[in-house]
């Protein structure tokens, strides 16, 4: 009886009352499970994701030039592996040393890094971009567009060399802005950490920041341009 009355009871028209469902502890329980489910799917899954590799048929590799030494490295391996014919290595000024350094933008670091490391002088092109404070990678890839429609070598395909899991986004961008002139493939260097990265703070940064990123690069980024 005083249920009924508090049902029909509006207090002023603000508030009514009005019988719900709610969980059971067994139904917590069941949340839970299936969040922690979602939660090892996410971790499992997120950095293959982002860390991608689909090379296309090319005999030109772009690497970012920003990317540590080891990647150079491996970039070097892949390219005398697969015989590609050139290396383009992209970048904008260097931020900090750079009136201590020979080399003012990180594409002719990472150029003179890769003939330092074994690659022929004839075998690498440096191609430097406007230096910007937002977007870095997308003024990497209008460079490179414009140095490639410029060139004399009529390229129709490359291959973009990069980091980790920064890898998905960087090809994204370069897809993008390279489309419909120049197919463009991915490769991705894998550090040591890459199998077991949320065992390491520098993995779960890279993994957490770049997720952010590419969302923020497929969803945002395309309407800023």
């Not at 299936?34 to 005999?59: C, E, K, M, T, Y």
């Not at 150029?111 to 440096?126: F, I, P, R, Y």
């Not at 430097?128 to 129709?156: E, F, G």
């Amino acid at each position: 009886m005083l249920l009924s009355q508090l049902s029909n009871h509006k207090f002023w028209g603000l508030l009514e009352y009005k019988p719900q469902w709610t969980l059971t502890l067994k139904g917590w329980l069941f949340l839970t499970f299936v969040l922690i489910l979602v939660l090892i799917s996410f971790g499992l899954s997120i950095h293959p994701f982002l860390r991608v590799s689909r090379p296309v048929n090319a005999d030109v590799m772009v690497i970012e030039g920003w990317v540590p030494d080891i990647t150079i490295k491996g970039a070097i391996a892949e390219f005398q592996k697969k015989n590609y014919r050139l290396m383009i290595t992209t970048g904008n000024e260097i931020g900090r040393g750079k009136y201590l350094s020979d080399y003012k933008t990180f594409a002719d670091l990472a150029a003179a890094t890769a003939m330092a490391l074994g690659l022929n002088q004839d075998q690498v092109v440096s191609v430097p971009n406007k230096t910007v404070s937002v977007n870095r990678t997308a003024a990497s890839a209008k460079a490179v567009k414009q140095w490639l429609l410029d060139s004399d070598l009529h390229i129709k395909a490359i291959n973009l060399y990069s980091h980790d899991v920064h890898t998905r986004r960087s090809w994204l961008v370069f897809k993008t802005l390279l489309k419909p002139e120049i197919k463009v493939g991915a490769i991705a260097f894998s550090p040591s950490y890459s199998k077991s990265w949320w065992k390491t703070s520098t993995g779960v940064k890279s993994v957490i920041m770049e997720a952010i990123a590419y969302l923020y690069t497929k969803l945002i980024w395309p309407f800023e341009n």
